[in-house]
């Protein structure tokens, strides 16, 4: 493998980085983690800075960026692209989220048209008039602009299939049998890192059991890892961003005799639904999340600007 290449402009790989259909996003949470959910981005016509959003029944991410601007995003997933030789990109930076709430789409055309033309699916929210009821939440979005700081290429290393569950009770309910029992639903994990002061690292990596304990070696790019708090995330989707899959937990990184480890000590929550009835419970909590969000901050409904979005989305 090449050794990876670092430069701090946006517009050589702008044309690569708008191939992914998602990237993982990192933020820094409040004991110092760097935790990362899958996100769809869109690089400003200028190449200077990256733009996603977040609903405010998902507010997390942007409290994070609040609190501490410290942010990666890492394009590694090819899925939907058709492309097998584009490289992993990481982009490390600083992020900045208003407080403003935005329901229509008036400086996020380009963002809302990119995510109807590559999840079509996702439109279905706002056709009817039960739709545009259940799922509002989805439109009052939160937009975080990320300006890059540090912009590193590498060739993906090339994964020989899905990673193998220890063996671990049914019943089991710790981190390291939760986790466990969802690798072979996965070729990889997304692990990310963070050093006092900097942006987080993410990297493509494979977790294998450790024989006689409750971690997971950890292979791939392990250049430059420091031990200390860490978190991992599994993520997959379909050509269409749909049937989504994802888990992720919060742990520590370690090293013994040259081998890194993971232990996980915390599950993280999924947005994404495995079933119908899965569908409805998260719908009730993202409505009753984003009933919170306004109620603290003493903020009425907003009013969604349903016109601008069906003519907004073109795809």
Same mark, same amino acid.
């Given at each position: 493998?090449?050794?990876?290449?670092?430069?701090?402009?946006?517009?050589?790989?702008?044309?690569?980085?708008?191939?992914?259909?998602?990237?993982?996003?990192?933020?820094?949470?409040?004991?110092?983690?760097?935790?990362?959910?899958?996100?769809?981005?869109?690089?400003?016509?200028?190449?200077?800075?990256?733009?996603?959003?977040?609903?405010?029944?998902?507010?997390?991410?942007?409290?994070?960026?609040?609190?501490?601007?410290?942010?990666?995003?890492?394009?590694?997933?090819?899925? =939907? !692209?058709?492309?097998?030789?584009? #490289?992993? @990109? &990481?982009? %490390?930076?600083?992020?900045?989220?208003?407080?403003?709430?935005? /329901?229509?789409?008036?400086?996020?055309?380009?963002?809302?048209?990119?995510?109807?033309?590559?999840?079509?699916?996702?439109?279905?929210?706002?056709?009817?008039?039960?739709?545009?009821?259940?799922?509002?939440?989805?439109?009052?979005?939160?937009?975080?602009?990320?300006?890059?700081?540090?912009?590193?290429?590498?060739?993906?290393?090339?994964?020989?299939?899905?990673?193998?569950?220890?063996?671990?009770?049914?019943?089991?309910?710790?981190?390291?049998?939760?986790?466990?029992?969802?690798?072979?639903?996965?070729?990889?994990?997304?692990? =990310? !890192?963070?050093?006092?002061?900097? #942006?987080? @690292? &993410?990297? %493509?990596?494979?977790?294998?059991?450790?024989?006689?304990?409750? /971690?997971?070696?950890?292979?791939?790019?392990?250049?430059?890892?420091?031990?200390?708090?860490?978190?991992?995330?599994?993520?997959?989707?379909?050509?269409?961003?749909?049937?989504?899959?994802?888990?992720?937990?919060?742990?520590?990184?370690?090293?013994?005799?040259?081998?890194?480890?993971?232990?996980?000590?915390?599950?993280?929550?999924?947005?994404?639904?495995?079933?119908?009835?899965?569908?409805?419970?998260?719908?009730?909590?993202?409505?009753?999340?984003?009933?919170?969000?306004?109620?603290?901050?003493?903020?009425?409904?907003?009013?969604?600007?349903?016109?601008?979005?069906?003519?907004?989305?073109?795809?």
């Amino acid at each position: 493998m090449t050794e990876p290449t670092t430069t701090t402009d946006l517009h050589d790989l702008r044309d690569i980085l708008d191939e992914y259909r998602t990237c993982e996003f990192a933020t820094i949470s409040r004991t110092g983690v760097p935790i990362a959910w899958p996100v769809v981005v869109d690089v400003s016509p200028a190449a200077d800075r990256i733009v996603l959003t977040t609903s405010i029944a998902f507010p997390q991410k942007a409290f994070n960026v609040r609190r501490d601007p410290r942010v990666a995003l890492l394009f590694s997933d090819p899925t =939907g !692209t058709g492309r097998d030789d584009l #490289p992993h @990109v &990481l982009v %490390r930076g600083t992020a900045r989220c208003p407080a403003r709430i935005e /329901t229509g789409t008036a400086g996020l055309e380009q963002y809302w048209r990119k995510l109807a033309i590559r999840q079509p699916a996702s439109t279905s929210y706002r056709r009817t008039v039960i739709g545009r009821r259940l799922f509002d939440w989805y439109y009052m979005r939160l937009v975080i602009t990320v300006t890059p700081r540090e912009i590193t290429s590498r060739r993906p290393s090339s994964d020989p299939g899905p990673m193998s569950a220890p063996p671990v009770s049914r019943t089991d309910r710790s981190g390291f049998a939760q986790l466990g029992r969802e690798l072979p639903s996965f070729d990889n994990a997304v692990l =990310g !890192t963070a050093t006092e002061g900097e #942006p987080p @690292v &993410l990297r %493509r990596v494979r977790l294998a059991v450790e024989p006689g304990s409750a /971690t997971f070696r950890v292979a791939g790019p392990t250049a430059g890892l420091v031990a200390g708090p860490a978190s991992v995330l599994l993520h997959r989707h379909d050509d269409a961003l749909w049937h989504q899959r994802q888990a992720g937990a919060t742990g520590e990184l370690g090293q013994i005799d040259g081998h890194w480890w993971f232990r996980p000590d915390r599950i993280l929550p999924s947005q994404f639904p495995s079933n119908p009835l899965d569908m409805m419970r998260i719908i009730g909590q993202a409505r009753r999340a984003a009933s919170r969000y306004l109620d603290r901050r003493g903020l009425p409904r907003p009013t969604i600007d349903w016109a601008a979005h069906r003519s907004g989305a073109t795809g």
